[in-house]
C-alpha cells in the first residue's frame, strides 16, 4: 500500500499505460471518493488518470502534460482529495490546505465545479477566488481556513497582500494550464508564490503543452519531478469527424449561414482569431436571427457567466468564442465545432476540437480554410498526419483555394524575413571589434562597407 492508501506503489519512471481492465478502485482506497466517482458516471480511469493517481499517490511532484477533455481534473483532483482525508488536520484561520491555480475565471469556476463533485461524500471544504467578484465573502470563508483553494493569480495575490491569507499550510500545489499561465503573462506570478508555500509541498504542474519556457518554470519550482503524460496529440481526436470547406475569405459569412441552416446541431461552438472578428461575425449572423451569442475576455465576468448558462441550457445553442474565452468550457452536447479562422498552431487546433467529444462522445469539427490559412492547415494536417474529408458539395466551394500552394499573407502570418534579418542586426551587434576584424579577414578583401580608420592613411 502506497503512503497515501493507494494500491499502486510507484517507484521508477515506468508506469503501465492505460490498462483496459482497470478500476478506479485499483487507483483509489477511499470509499466515499468511490462514490463520488461512480454518482459522476465515470465507469474506468481515462490514461492520464490511470497513470497520474498512482504517481501523485507516490507524494513526488509531478510535471503533466494533459490537455482539458482527457479527464485530467480528476487525474490531479481525486488524489489530492485523497491526500486531504489521509493527512486529515483542520486547516488554520486565513490558511488553505492546498492551492489550484488556474489561468482563467472560466476554468477556475469549472475546477471547483467538478472538485465539489468528487468531495461531495467529504467533509472538505473548497474556496473559489478569482477577479471581478467581491472580496468580503472570500476574505470571511478564508477566516475560517479552507481545504482546497482554487484560484486566478492576480486575486490570490492580492489576498495575500490583504493579509487575508497565507500559503504557509500548503500541503498540495497545483499549477493547472501552465502554458496558457504563460501566454497570459503570469510566469512572474507563479514564481513570486513558490517561496511562500511550504518546502514539504507536493507540486503538480499541468499543462496542454510543454514549450520550453514552461518546462524552465516548472523545474525552477519543482523538486525532482517525475514527468507524465496523456496520449499524444495525434491521437486527441480520434472520435471526431473533420471536415474542410475551402472558401474566400470574402464568403466565410454567407458560408458560415448557410450551414447553420442546414446542420443537425444541438449546440455549435465557433471560434474566430480576434475578439473584434468574433463580434463582427456575431453582429452579421444576429442579423439574420439566428440564437447567437459571443464570447471574449473583453465581455464583463457575470455576462460571461449568463453567456455560458444560456449555451449549456441550450436557450443560445450557437456561441461564437475567441481561443482565451474558449478555454475551460466543459459543456456536454457540443455537436460541432466551426473554426470560422483556423488557428497558427495545431495545438490550439486539438484544443478547439476537444470541445466536441467530450468523454468519449463523437462529434463534428468543421473548418473553413481561405488562402490566408493554407499555410496553417499544411501544419494541422501535417502534425495530425492525417486528411480531413474535403467538402465540395455546397455554393461556396473554391477551386483555386484548394488548388492555391503559394503563401498569401495574412496580417497574423509572421513576417519571417524581417524576423531573420533583425536576428542578423543582433548578431553582428554582439560581435566584438576583434571577431569583426577576423571575419572581414576571412573573406580576403575587406567588406565593402568595413569601417576604416579615417585617419590611417590607405595604402
Ligand atoms: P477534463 O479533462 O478534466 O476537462 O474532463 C473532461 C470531461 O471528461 C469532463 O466532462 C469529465 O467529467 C469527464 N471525465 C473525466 N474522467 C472521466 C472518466 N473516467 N470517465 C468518463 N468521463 C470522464
Not at 54 to 79: M, N, Q, S, V
Not at 113 to 137: D, M, P, S, W
Not at 363 to 372: H, L, R, V
Not at 442 to 455: C, D
Request: charge should be positive; include cysteine.
Amino acid at each position: 500500500m502506497g503512503p497515501n492508501g493507494f494500491k499502486f506503489q510507484v517507484s521508477s519512471f515506468k508506469f503501465p499505460r492505460y490498462l483496459p481492465r482497470m478500476q478506479f478502485s485499483d487507483l483509489i482506497q477511499n470509499n466515499k471518493i468511490l462514490r463520488a466517482i461512480s454518482d459522476c458516471g465515470f465507469e474506468k480511469p481515462t490514461p492520464i488518470q490511470a497513470e497520474a493517481i498512482p504517481a501523485i499517490g507516490t507524494g513526488r511532484d509531478i510535471i503533466g502534460c494533459a490537455r482539458t477533455g482527457t479527464g485530467k481534473t480528476a487525474a490531479f483532483a481525486l488524489p489530492l482529495i485523497q491526500r486531504l482525508l489521509n493527512t486529515w488536520t483542520a486547516a488554520r484561520e486565513i490558511r488553505a490546505r492546498s492551492l489550484i491555480l488556474s489561468p482563467t475565471r472560466e476554468l477556475a469556476i469549472q475546477l471547483q465545479k467538478n472538485i465539489r463533485q468528487f468531495a461531495a461524500h467529504t467533509e472538505l471544504t473548497t474556496l473559489l477566488v478569482h477577479g471581478g467578484t467581491e472580496y468580503e465573502n472570500q476574505i470571511l470563508t478564508l477566516r475560517e481556513g479552507v481545504d482546497i483553494l482554487i484560484a486566478t493569480p492576480g486575486r490570490m495575490l492580492d489576498l495575500i497582500e490583504r493579509k487575508a491569507l497565507k500559503l504557509d499550510q500548503v500541503e498540495v500545489f497545483v499549477v493547472d494550464e501552465a502554458d496558457r499561465m504563460l501566454d497570459m503573462g503570469f510566469a512572474p506570478d507563479i514564481r513570486k508564490i513558490a517561496p511562500m508555500l511550504p518546502q514539504t509541498r507536493q507540486a503538480l504542474f499541468f499543462s496542454a503543452t510543454m514549450p520550453k519556457d514552461a518546462l524552465s518554470l516548472a523545474t525552477g519550482i519543482l523538486h525532482k519531478p517525475m514527468h507524465i503524460s496523456s496520449d499524444p496529440v495525434s491521437a486527441a481526436a480520434e472520435n471526431i469527424t473533420k471536415q474542410l470547406y475551402y472558401v474566400e475569405k470574402n464568403n466565410k459569412n454567407v458560408l458560415l449561414s448557410w450551414l447553420l441552416q442546414r446542420l443537425e446541431y444541438e449546440r455549435v461552438l465557433i471560434f474566430c482569431r480576434t475578439r473584434r472578428g468574433a463580434d463582427r461575425l456575431a453582429a452579421s449572423m444576429k442579423k439574420q436571427d439566428l440564437p447567437i451569442d459571443v464570447l471574449h475576455g473583453e465581455k464583463e465576468q457575470h455576462h460571461r457567466q449568463e453567456l455560458l448558462e444560456a449555451f449549456t441550457s441550450g436557450e443560445t445553442p450557437i456561441l461564437i468564442a475567441t481561443d482565451l474565452a474558449a478555454r475551460g468550457i466543459d459543456i456536454e452536447n457540443i455537436s460541432h465545432i466551426i473554426n470560422f479562422d483556423l488557428p497558427n498552431e495545431t495545438e490550439t487546433f486539438v484544443h478547439r476540437i476537444g470541445r466536441t467529444a467530450r468523454a468519449g462522445a463523437s462529434g463534428i469539427a468543421i473548418s473553413f480554410c481561405d488562402p490566408t490559412e493554407k499555410g496553417y492547415l499544411r501544419d494541422i494536417l501535417a502534425h495530425l498526419n492525417e486528411d480531413f474529408d474535403l467538402i465540395e458539395d455546397h455554393p461556396f466551394h473554391s477551386e483555386q483555394v484548394r488548388n492555391y500552394s503559394g503563401n498569401v499573407k495574412s496580417k497574423h502570418t509572421p513576417d519571417k524575413q524581417k524576423h531573420i534579418s533583425k536576428i542578423r542586426e543582433q548578431t553582428t551587434w554582439r560581435l566584438t571589434p576583434g571577431q569583426q576584424s577576423k571575419l572581414h579577414a576571412k573573406s580576403g578583401t575587406p567588406k565593402k562597407n568595413a569601417r576604416r580608420n579615417p585617419r590611417k592613411k590607405q595604402g
